[in-house]
């Protein structure tokens, strides 16, 4: 079964940053997109940023121009880069991943997450 680890959050002030990590282990397919999400309680979870396997990348509107995501394939890690805090970024923050295997397409079982506090 795929593992996922996310680690690097805590707490920050507004206007601070953070870089989280996230590295998946257990797969042997290829890896066609990495993900970042976040929750906060009472609200599903959002998609925060993604990158393929080619290095394309999409952020949602809330963290673009702010957050930044990027892979290792090697080494099946993909990190969050996060300037320019803000309290609304408050989240327990997950990583995924996707691969396809023909026409089924794969995502993991989610993790434990890292949680992200901005506070002053």
């Known amino acids: 079964q795929v593992h996922l680890v996310e680690s690097g959050g805590g707490l920050v002030q507004p206007g601070g940053s953070l870089r989280l990590s996230c590295a998946a282990s257990?797969?042997?397919?290829?890896?066609?997109?990495m993900e970042w999400y976040r929750q906060v309680p009472g609200k599903e979870r959002e998609l925060v940023a993604s990158?393929?396997?080619?290095?394309?990348?999409n952020y949602a509107d809330s963290v673009k121009g702010r957050f930044t995501i990027s892979r290792d394939n090697a080494k099946n890690t993909v990190t969050l880069q996060m300037n320019s805090l803000k309290p609304d970024d408050t989240a327990v923050y997950y990583c995924?991943?996707?691969?396809?295997?023909?026409?089924?397409?794969?995502?993991?079982?989610w993790g434990q997450g890292t949680q992200v506090t901005v506070s002053s």
């Open positions: 990158i393929t396997s080619g290095g394309g990348t």
């Open positions: 257990r797969i042997s397919a290829s890896i066609n997109t």
């Open positions: 995924n991943i996707r691969w396809k295997l023909g026409a089924d397409i794969f995502m993991a079982s």
